[in-house]
């Protein structure tokens, strides 16, 4: 029942930013690292605001128990201010989703459209490339789209980040050119206990050259990519990405419960 005045320039103009706080069995997952990465986009576009971060987990503890929520997402709206007028901050439950096991022992199809965010490290609402891009995906049958820069570079999803592997190294996108996810920094902590790590481009036109290709979010955890618009990569899992999943799950059930 929020409401904010459609005169409000700052919502207008999107200059807001937002964070996914994933709640698991009643327990809020990393909210500390979401709110790091909320303050962090909030400085990258310069909105200014007095909230901290013990505030905003205790207003989440409040809505988490109020609400009953036990496997949810709290997002995090940040809304910058207008002259004369304080940033505004919005918390909210929505539904969380939860995908056929088979989308990770399978994998599953993705789609490429070209175009990059205008600030790809925050996470602002400036939104309408990724909704053009996962329509048109949903209009394909493929669980997300690509967005692919003008040096036909491969960036991320819409709502995911986009991992290689080949050889023994993972190989993800440099991070000055993506948004740097919990998920997608999870990811880059533990890879290491397994294989090297390598941040730099990733060419659409190699896609074939590499072993394999997953995406992470905060909801998708870590999920095989099989195919790229009609390029078949894999029809089973690999190795490294199987371990990666383990590895994830076991890293996860330790948070969840400390």
């Known amino acids: 029942k929020a409401c904010i005045s459609v005169y409000n320039k700052a919502l207008f103009f999107d200059f807001a930013v937002y964070s996914n706080i994933r709640v698991i069995q009643g327990k809020m997952f990393l909210p500390e690292l979401e ?6 986009s909030s400085k990258i576009i310069e909105i ?9 987990i205790e207003w989440t503890r409040k809505l988490i ?34 995908y056929p096991n088979k989308f990770y022992n ?6 490429t459209f070209e175009g990059a965010r205008l600030f790809p490290t925050s996470k602002s609402k400036d939104l309408l490339l990724c909704y053009l891009a996962y329509r ?3 209009k394909r049958n493929a669980l997300d789209a690509l967005l692919i820069d003008g040096d036909k570079n491969i960036r991320e999803g819409t709502r995911s980040s986009f991992f290689v592997i080949k050889n023994n190294a993972l190989i993800a996108p440099p991070k000055e050119k993506v948004l ?32 394999e290709c997953f995406i992470t979010g905060t909801t998708l955890n870590v999920m095989p990519v099989k195919q790229i618009n009609n390029i078949i990569l894999k029809k089973e899992v690999g190795k490294k990405v199987k371990e990666l999943q383990k590895l ?11």
């Open 136 to 138: 048109e995906a949903a």
């Open 180 to 211: 740097e996810g919990v998920t997608r920094k999870i990811i880059l902590d533990i890879a290491p206990t397994i294989m090297n790590v390598k941040k730099e481009n990733i060419l659409l036109e190699k896609i074939k050259e590499y072993d």
């Open 35 to 40: 709110i790091k990465k909320l303050f962090e």
């Open 65 to 98: 128990k109020k609400n009953n929520l036990k496997d949810a997402l709290v997002r995090v709206l940040l809304i910058g201010p207008e002259k004369g007028t304080e940033s505004i901050l919005f918390l909210f439950p929505i539904g969380l989703t939860f």
């Open 48 to 56: 200014s605001h007095n909230f901290t971060e013990e505030k905003i």
């Open 248 to 258: 994830f799950k076991e890293y996860c059930d330790k948070m969840i419960l400390k």
């Open 106 to 111: 399978k994998g599953v199809k993705l789609i």
